[in-house]
């Protein structure tokens, strides 16, 4: 099929960003009529990397994203530091800046270009395997937790409540304020996961309440042990954790730095 003929008569800059240009084009129709189009350049390009831990989990990064106004789950990405730097140099920057792990075994996995109605943005992706430790180096005001997941929870987020698992959301006034996962792993053993109350909304009993239903459910369920597992600069849930009975047992899991504590509650 024959594609009609357009035509951009005029690109007039409209804001200059920091890695952002955005323009408003003048396209001329098949028909001759003149429409203003929005377009935005992205002058450097960009890389991510899907880190694979050992034990065959991605390990993903949770960050505020203020275009969503919410947290999100990705894989570590950032922009080319120029024009020229090969996306591969990028992608294990990005990995160490942002996770603290390294990798000297980068493959190149595709090439994405996500806004293509609007922005020439194209993000180069490679795997990483044989991660090694090393340090993070976030920016000044960029705040990254970290999370290893399951790639078959990835594929299919719903066989988690398939497998027994629960969700657990606390509401005030009609607002999702925070929430926790019950996680089913067999033999009895359960795991409360991705538990938290948003800050504004901390120190009204939320949290308490929250891990008292989920220890309700877990019961439920016939489960015998709930487990924990979080870092010691996250006084406000250890605290909550403390409060409810949980006891801290030895643990140890150097392929996810943040978390350094255990914690069991038997059921």
């Known amino acids: 099929m024959k594609q009609p003929m357009l ?8 804001h200059e960003g920091a890695i952002l240009d ?7 129709l098949p028909d001759g009529k003149v429409e203003k189009w929005d377009y935005v350049e992205h002058r450097k390009g960009a890389a991510a990397v899907v880190p694979v831990l050992p034990d065959g989990r991605i390990l993903m990064v949770r ?21 020229t730097e090969d996306t591969k140099i990028c992608a294990a920057r990005e990995l160490e800046e942002e996770t603290g792990y390294r990798s000297g075994d980068l493959e190149f996995l595709i090439s994405l270009k996500p806004t293509v109605a609007y922005d020439n943005e194209f993000i ?3 795997v990483a395997k044989n991660l090694k430790p090393g340090r993070q180096h976030l920016d000044e005001h960029e705040y990254i937790e970290l999370e290893p997941m399951d790639l078959e929870m990835l594929a299919d987020p719903e066989r988690f409540l398939a497998g027994g698992g629960r969700v657990l959301l606390a509401c005030w006034e009609g607002e999702i304020v925070g929430m926790v996962m019950l996680e089913l792993q067999g033999e009895g053993l359960c795991e409360a996961l991705k538990f938290g109350v948003k800050e504004e909304y901390r120190r009204r009993g939320i949290g308490h ?17 709930l487990v924990v597992t979080s870092n010691h600069k996250l006084k406000d849930a250890l605290r909550v954790y403390e409060d409810l009975g949980f006891q801290y047992t030895t643990y140890s ?8 504590i255990r914690m069991e509650l038997p059921l």
């Open 7 to 14: 035509k951009r008569v005029k690109r007039v800059l409209e």
């Open 22 to 28: 955005i323009y408003s084009d003048y396209m001329e």
């Open 63 to 83: 960050q505020y994203r203020n275009a969503l106004e919410r947290m999100t789950i990705e894989i570590p990405a950032g922009a080319r530091n120029h024009t």
């Open 124 to 126: 180069d992706i490679y």
């Open 209 to 225: 309440a929250l891990m008292r239903a989920v220890i309700q459910a877990a019961r439920a369920l016939g489960q015998t042990t």
């Open 253 to 260: 899991d150097k392929w996810f730095q943040l978390s350094d």
